[in-house]
C-alpha cells in the first residue's frame, strides 16, 4: 500500500480564474493571470485594454473571472487604471487593489503615454504588462517588444525585426516609481512573492511578464514553460526587482549561463536565423546581462 | 450671492456646487481657467474631489470614464484638439453609460492653429452619443452643469455643457451662485443601478457580437429619446428652485414672426439684438436659440418654425462637403410636415470672425428677397 | 476549485429589456466547454505520482484539480496543450491520442 502524503501545494488553492476562457492551448499570459489573482485576492479591479485578455477573458455576457474587470480603450490601460483608482476611493472603497492589465502592444507601444503619466504621478496602482511580445490579439504582428530577430507577420523573415526589444524596464526605472519587477510565468511561486509584496506598497508598482505564446512563437504549447525558464538561465529576460528606480535586486543569478542558442531553436519564429544572427544576439544578451549587473552592483 | 465672474469660472463653479468627486483634465485655451479654479477650489477643500493631473486629453477621458464606473460623479473641460483627442472614448462614455459631465469650449479646429470660436469641434462630436447644451450667458453655463448632471445621470448617458471660445469663456458677466444647499437639494449624491466593485464582478465593456450589441445600442437611444422629456421637467424645477429655465431652446419673439433666425451660443444673444433692431424697421423678425441639440428638440423647432413664412438657420461651423449642420437638421426636422417653411442656410462666422448684428441683418436682407433657398452655400462675411 | 457564484449556462437574450444597461457579464464562462479543443489527452499514472503540484501549477486552463491529495485531469475544459505531461518530474502523465 503507497503511504499517500498530504499535497503541499507552494500557492494558494483558491482559483480566481475559472475554466472555460478562450486562450490557446499553452498560453503564458492566462498562467500570469492565474497567479497574479491568486497574489492579489478577490478585493481586485482590472482594467483590459485591447489585448489578447480582452478576448481570452470571454464574450458578453459572461466572464472567465470572478473580480470586476473594466475593457477599456487599447491606450488607456493606465489612465483607466488611475481613474477607477481615484473613483473607488471617492465613494468609500480604499482596499480594492487596481490593476492595469495590458500585453506589450498597450504598454510598449500605443499605452505607453498613459503608462508614463500615471507613474510619473505615482497613482496607486499596479500595472502589468505581460509580454508575449508582439501584437498577437490582432494576428501576430510586430511590437517594440519583439525581439530581435524575430519573424512576425509585419517583420517577414526578409525583413525580420532588425531592431533591439525596448527596455521598457529601464523607462519605468527613470520614472522613480516605489517597485518594479520582471516576473516570469515559469517561476510562479517568485511572481507570487513579488505581487504579494507589491500589493503592500502605495504608489506605481510595475510588473514586466515574461508569457510565451506557442500561436505566435511557433513554438510546441507544452514547451510554454520550458521557455520560461530557459529564458532566465539564458540571461535574455533576467529576473529582477528595483525599488525607486535606483535600488536593483537581481532573483536569479545562474551560475553557469546557458547559451541562446538552445532556446531560439525551439521557436519557429527565429527559424531563419543564421548563425551569425544568433551571434549576434548572443552578443547583445552578454552586454545588457553585464549592463544589469552592473546597475545591481551600485 | 453674486459674483462677476467669466464663462470657464462658471463651468468651475457649476462643477464644485455639483460636487463633482472625480475631474481629470488637462490644458488648453481657452479653458485653461476652468481647470485652474478646479484645482484651486480642490486646495482649498471648497471641493472634496480628487483631480488627476492627466498628461493628454485623451487620458482624461480614460480616467473620467473609469471613475464614473466606479460610482463616482466625474467632470473634465477642453475644446477643438482636445475634444477632438478624445472621440474615441466618446463614443465609449456613450456606449459605456457613463454620465460624464464636460464643458467643452468651441474653438475653431487647426491647422492653421485658432483660439477662437467655431462650433466645428463640438458639432463633429454630434454622432457619439453626448447630450449637447450650447450656451449663450455665464449664468446659463453654470446653471446648466447642475441641470446636466441631474439628467445625465437620470438617464446614465454623458454630456457636454458648451460655451464659445472668449465671446463666453473668457467674457466677464454677472452671475448668481446657487446655494449649496439648494444645489443638493436639486441634485442629490450619484446613485447609479450598477457600478463597479469587487463586491458583486462583472467585465464591463466585453467582446461583445451581432447577437447582443444591436440591443445595446437600441436602448442607448431608447433613453436619449427620454431626455427632452427630463430636460423639460428639471429644467422646470431649476426655475421653481432658482428663478431660471433651462429649456430646449429660448423662443424670441417667434409668435408673429414672418422670418425666424435659428442660431446657437453667443450669435444666439445677438440674434435677439438684430431682431428688435429689425422690428423697428417693420420686420417681423424672430429669433430662435436651440440650446439642447442633442438630443435634437424636434417637437419645439416644428412647433415654433410652423408659423413662419421663411427660417433661416446661421451656422458657425460646416459640414465641408454639405452645409451647416444647424440648417441640415433644421431642414431634416422640418421636411415633410404639412406647412412646408423653407429654410435658409447661412454659414458665417468661422474660426472667430466676429457675428454681430449687422451679420443678421444681411442675413435678413438675403433672404427676404428670395422666395426659395439656394442650391449653393450662402456664406457671410468671408472675403471671396 | 472552479468556485464562481455566477451562473454557469450559456446566455441568451430574449429580449432587449433583458439586456442589462451597462454592458457587462452576468454568468461565468463554464458554459464553454474547451475539453473539445484537444486531440490529445493526458493520462496521469498516480502510482508514480510524487504529489509536487507541479501540474495543478502550471495548467492555463486550470483543468487539473486535486482530489484526495492527487491530480484529477477535468477532462471537460482540458485543451491538451500537454504542458502538464512535459513539466512532470517523475514522467508519470502521457499524452494519449483521442479516440474518435
Known sequence: MKKEKTMKLSLPTEELMSSGHLACQGCAATLAMRYVLKALGQKTALCIPACCWSVIDGPFPHSSLDVPIFHCAFETAASSASGLKAGLEMVGDTETTVVAWAGDGGTFDIGIQALSGAAERNDDIIYVCYDNEAYMNTGIQRSSATPYGAWTTTTPVKHFKNRPKKDIDAIMAAHRIPYQATANTSYPEDLFRKMKKAKGIKGTRFFHIYAPCPTGWKCRPEDSIKLGRMVVQNCMFPLYEVENGEKYTINIKPREKKPVADYIRLQGRFRHLTDADIAYIQQEVDRNWERLLKRAEC | MKKVIMGNHALSWGATLARAQVIAAYPITPQTQVVELLSEMCASKKLDAKFIKVESEHSAMAACIAASLAGARTFTATSAQGLTLMHELLHWASGGRMPVVMGNINRAMAPGWSIWTDQNDSLSQRDTGWMQFYCASNQEVLDTVIQAFKVSEALMIPSMVILDAFALSHTYEVVEIPDQDKVDAYLPPFNPPVRLTPSDPHAFGGLTGPEHYFELRYKLQIDMEKAPALIEESGREYERMFGRYLGEVEDYRCDDAELIFVSSGTAGYTGRVAVDALRQEGVRAGNLRIKVFRPFPFERVRRIAAGAKKIAVVDRNISYGHHGIFYQEVKSALYGKDHGVPVFGYITGLGGRDVTPDTFKEIARHALTKDEPDEEIVWIGVKK | ?100
Open chain 3, 1 to 100: 476549485m472552479n468556485k464562481t457564484k455566477k451562473k454557469t449556462e450559456k446566455i441568451i437574450f430574449e429580449s432587449e429589456k433583458d439586456v442589462p444597461l451597462v454592458p457587462m457579464s452576468l454568468g461565468s464562462m463554464l458554459y464553454n466547454k474547451t475539453g473539445a479543443w484537444r486531440n490529445i489527452r493526458p493520462v496521469i499514472d498516480t502510482s508514480n505520482c510524487l504529489q509536487c503540484g507541479i501540474c495543478w501549477k502550471f495548467c492555463p486552463d486550470v483543468a487539473i484539480l486535486i482530489e484526495n491529495e492527487f491530480p484529477v485531469v477535468d477532462y471537460v475544459y482540458c485543451k491538451g496543450c500537454g504542458i502538464c505531461a512535459e513539466e512532470c518530474p517523475s514522467k508519470c502523465i502521457a499524452m494519449v491520442e483521442e479516440e474518435k
